[in-house]
């Protein structure tokens, strides 16, 4: 038998394992390579892997959009049975979270995009055209594009493009609440191309400020920086901006020093109101210490080539001369989305009005999620009479302490908002909601429940619905929940997994998003307390959760405020704020790219910045 070296043996086994290559390559370069690889990987044997092909037509999925909604449900779609059909005017998925970073160079624009025929399972049949819909006609199950090439395949500008299963996740655009001169002479920041655009024209300022003959007051004005919305968005590249000048740019352009102004425009009277109020308080101190002008209660009226005017709450209008803008107020509705709401009669709305399955209202076959849509959850009062007669199974007029107790179980699953008034008012179950309610005798087991009283345990409920925010994790979450649905749906279409149906018969295919279904509580709970939806976490160790995405999870959120120092506010009322989140962020934010190729990018990017500083160049 031949002899070989430790050597040969090595190189045979690469050889014949190439895939061992890419593993220790992926170890040495993070030590946390090889968690994440078997976390990307992990998603592909959930499923049994690829559905075997039965001869049957595969149903044509069209997915409009290929931000993080519609990128998170390509990616999680693991059924051969479909055929994805993606349309958007982009052909990569951008990690938006770091479109500020990319503004200054501190990451670069290839750096945070993955083209999106790189991402998606292998055994799904997918294929992808770069055009913009401008129509949905859900009458003849057709979308309306326009070729961004100009052309289609058969030389013709607009397309049409049939569906079986419609997704829109479109996103939304900037909202400039049709304020004067917005459009014409301001910054956005939703895209890549957004980001580029912004960071030539920071460069671009600093070369103009460095001409001869300029007078101070040009100067001046080219060199402030207005940012108008104390959000995130608006904050964070405020942050990025001013470590950009003040370690970069200064140096390298001696004119400029003393004259650089950055201010932040907010309506409300704090920034950040989304976070935690010690957050709120240590931004506005530490931007007041780097000099970033933040100007509360300061609301924009009109927008002109050179200068902005803002008003107070005290309606004293003020006229601030820039030399560059970047507006960063919230979102607003795309017309396509617009149009159609205006068919399917919900021309009103801000947002598409979805199920508590991300289905479009009024519609059977059209999904929306993401920044585009809104979930809007049933009202418990809505539906209490039908409650009261599915849970009065011997038809008697009155429910049972047993039979209330085996209804609020679908109540929970079905209206979400239970559980959370449970929560807010500390109870522990159906003893101490009919308290509530003074209804008599609770703590006898042959109470009985008549439809007024039944209401009035009810009655105050839906006083704890809530609506989820237009964030990148919510549209992620959205995306694997409704992918999971899809890979389920002839299983449950068999054998429906979802709570009753309180306005039908039988039960719903599918569990709704946002809910969550504890399996073993009622071995955690005290016996008057079983049977019901009562949340007591303290014996959560003890509580299994459904194996699939049925409920979105906040993760916590990030605000970058410069100077190697971050806020972060995560689940639990924990809240950092100092150099140690700025690493959390990084390891956060690298490990949640959509690819290793991006991954290694972003991190290298980083590190060039640490070593050499950012890149002034104006390209």
Request: net charge positive; proline share 3%; hydrophobic share 35%.
């Given at each position: 038998?031949?002899?070989?070296?430790?050597?040969?043996?090595?190189?045979?086994?690469?050889?014949?394992?190439?895939?061992?290559?890419?593993?220790?390559?992926?170890?040495?370069?993070?030590?946390?390579?090889?968690?994440?690889?078997?976390?990307?990987?992990?998603?592909?044997?959930?499923?049994?892997?690829?559905?075997?092909?039965?001869?049957?037509?595969?149903?044509?999925?069209?997915?409009?959009?290929?931000?993080?909604?519609?990128?998170?449900?390509?990616?999680?779609?693991?059924?051969?049975?479909?055929?994805?059909?993606?349309?958007?005017?982009?052909?990569?998925?951008?990690?938006?979270?770091?479109?500020?970073?990319?503004?200054?160079?501190?990451?670069?624009?290839?750096?945070?995009?993955?083209?999106?025929?790189?991402?998606?399972?292998?055994?799904?049949?997918?294929?992808?055209?770069?055009?913009?819909?401008?129509?949905?006609?859900?009458?003849?199950?057709?979308?309306?594009?326009?070729?961004?090439?100009?052309?289609?395949?058969?030389?013709?500008?607009?397309?049409?493009?049939?569906?079986?299963?419609?997704?829109?996740?479109?996103?939304?655009?900037?909202?400039?609440?049709?304020?004067?001169?917005?459009?014409?002479?301001?910054?956005?920041?939703?895209?890549?191309?957004?980001?580029?655009?912004?960071?030539?024209?920071?460069?671009?300022?600093?070369?103009?400020?460095?001409?001869?003959?300029?007078?101070?007051?040009?100067?001046?004005?080219?060199?402030?920086?207005?940012?108008?919305?104390?959000?995130?968005?608006?904050?964070?590249?405020?942050?990025?901006?001013?470590?950009?000048?003040?370690?970069?740019?200064?140096?390298?352009?001696?004119?400029?020093?003393?004259?650089?102004?950055?201010?932040?425009?907010?309506?409300?009277?704090?920034?950040?109101?989304?976070?935690?109020?010690?957050?709120?308080?240590?931004?506005?101190?530490?931007?007041?210490?780097?000099?970033?002008?933040?100007?509360?209660?300061?609301?924009?009226?009109?927008?002109?080539?050179?200068?902005?005017?803002?008003?107070?709450?005290?309606?004293?209008?003020?006229?601030?001369?820039?030399?560059?803008?970047?507006?960063?107020?919230?979102?607003?509705?795309?017309?396509?989305?617009?149009?159609?709401?205006?068919?399917i009669g919900q021309g009103n709305r801000r947002a598409l009005a979805t199920d508590e399955?991300?289905?479009?209202?009024?519609?059977?076959?059209?999904?929306?999620?993401?920044?585009?849509?809104?979930?809007?959850?049933?009202?418990?009062?809505?539906?209490?009479?039908?409650?009261?007669?599915?849970?009065?199974?011997?038809?008697?007029?009155?429910?049972?302490?047993?039979?209330?107790?085996?209804?609020?179980?679908?109540?929970?699953?079905?209206?979400?908002?239970?559980?959370?008034?449970?929560?807010?008012?500390?109870?522990?179950?159906?003893?101490?909601?009919?308290?509530?309610?003074?209804?008599?005798?609770?703590?006898?087991?042959?109470?009985?429940?008549?439809?007024?009283?039944?209401?009035?345990?009810?009655?105050?409920?839906?006083?704890?619905?809530?609506?989820?925010?237009?964030?990148?994790?919510?549209?992620?979450?959205?995306?694997?929940?409704?992918?999971?649905?899809?890979?389920?749906?002839?299983?449950?279409?068999?054998?429906?997994?979802?709570?009753?149906?309180?306005?039908?018969?039988?039960?719903?295919?599918?569990?709704?998003?946002?809910?969550?279904?504890?399996?073993?509580?009622?071995?955690?709970?005290?016996?008057?307390?079983?049977?019901?939806?009562?949340?007591?976490?303290?014996?959560?160790?003890?509580?299994?959760?459904?194996?699939?995405?049925?409920?979105?999870?906040?993760?916590?959120?990030?605000?970058?405020?410069?100077?190697?120092?971050?806020?972060?506010?995560?689940?639990?009322?924990?809240?950092?704020?100092?150099?140690?989140?700025?690493?959390?962020?990084?390891?956060?934010?690298?490990?949640?790219?959509?690819?290793?190729?991006?991954?290694?990018?972003?991190?290298?990017?980083?590190?060039?910045?640490?070593?050499?500083?950012?890149?002034?160049?104006?390209?």
């Amino acid at each position: 038998m031949r002899n070989f070296s430790v050597f040969e043996r090595f190189s045979k086994a690469f050889k014949d394992h190439p895939s061992l290559t890419r593993i220790l390559v992926v170890s040495t370069i993070s030590g946390g390579g090889l968690i994440a690889y078997s976390e990307a990987n992990a998603s592909y044997g959930a499923n049994g892997g690829a559905v075997v092909e039965t001869g049957t037509k595969k149903k044509k999925v069209v997915l409009l959009g290929t931000g993080w909604a519609g990128t998170s449900f390509l990616k999680n779609l693991n059924n051969s049975q479909y055929e994805v059909q993606i349309i958007s005017p982009r052909n990569y998925f951008a990690f938006t979270p770091l479109l500020p970073s990319v503004t200054c160079g501190t990451v670069e624009a290839r750096s945070v995009v993955e083209p999106i025929r790189n991402i998606g399972r292998k055994n799904v049949d997918t294929s992808y055209l770069e055009a913009e819909c401008f129509k949905i006609d859900p009458a003849s199950k057709k979308v309306y594009c326009r070729s961004k090439q100009g052309l289609s395949s058969n030389g013709k500008k607009e397309f049409s493009v049939d569906y079986d299963y419609l997704v829109i996740a479109t996103g939304a655009q900037s909202n400039t609440f049709n304020i004067p001169g917005v459009e014409e002479n301001c910054h956005f920041l939703k895209e890549v191309e957004d980001a580029q655009r912004i960071r030539k024209t920071v460069i671009d300022s600093f070369e103009k400020a460095s001409l001869p003959e300029l007078s101070d007051e040009e100067r001046k004005r080219i060199l402030h920086f207005v940012v108008v919305g104390g959000g995130p968005t608006g904050v964070e590249f405020a942050a990025e901006l001013h470590d950009f000048v003040t370690e970069d740019l200064v140096s390298l352009y001696p004119r400029a020093k003393g004259s650089v102004r950055i201010t932040l425009l907010e309506a409300a009277d704090h920034i950040l109101t989304m976070f935690d109020k010690r957050i709120t308080e240590f931004a506005e101190e530490k931007f007041s210490r780097d000099g970033i002008d933040v100007k509360l209660g300061s609301m924009v009226t009109k927008v002109n080539e050179k200068d902005i005017s803002a008003k107070t709450k005290g309606g004293e209008v003020s006229s601030i001369p820039y030399g560059m803008i970047v507006w960063s107020t919230g979102i607003g509705t795309r017309p396509v989305i617009k149009d159609f709401m205006k068919q399917i009669g919900q021309g009103n709305r801000r947002a598409l009005a979805t199920d508590e399955w991300l289905r479009v209202e009024g519609t059977d076959n059209i999904y929306a999620l993401g920044d585009c849509a809104t979930i809007n959850q049933r009202k418990v009062m809505e539906d209490v009479s039908a409650i009261f007669s599915k849970a009065d199974k011997d038809k008697s007029g009155t429910l049972t302490l047993k039979e209330f107790q085996e209804a609020m179980d679908d109540i929970c699953v079905r209206y979400p908002q239970v559980e959370l008034y449970l929560k807010s008012k500390r109870m522990r179950g159906i003893a101490d909601l009919l308290k509530e309610a003074e209804t008599d005798d609770v703590s006898k087991n042959n109470i009985e429940l008549k439809i007024e009283e039944f209401k009035s345990a009810l009655s105050q409920v839906d006083s704890q619905v809530k609506f989820l925010p237009a964030t990148a994790q919510v549209a992620a979450q959205q995306g694997a929940y409704l992918a999971k649905c899809f890979d389920r749906m002839e299983e449950c279409e068999k054998s429906p997994e979802g709570p009753i149906r309180m306005r039908g018969e039988g039960r719903h295919r599918f569990r709704p998003f946002r809910i969550w279904k504890l399996r073993g509580i009622s071995k955690t709970l005290s016996q008057d307390t079983t049977e019901s939806c009562a949340l007591d976490h303290k014996g959560v160790g003890k509580m299994e959760l459904i194996p699939y995405i049925i409920r979105y999870r906040h993760l916590g959120q990030f605000a970058p405020l410069g100077g190697e120092q971050t806020a972060a506010q995560l689940p639990g009322d924990w809240v950092s704020i100092g150099h140690s989140s700025q690493w959390l962020w990084y390891s956060v934010y690298a490990s949640k790219q959509v690819s290793w190729r991006t991954r290694v990018l972003v991190v290298s990017d980083w590190m060039r910045r640490f070593i050499f500083g950012r890149d002034s160049s104006s390209i």
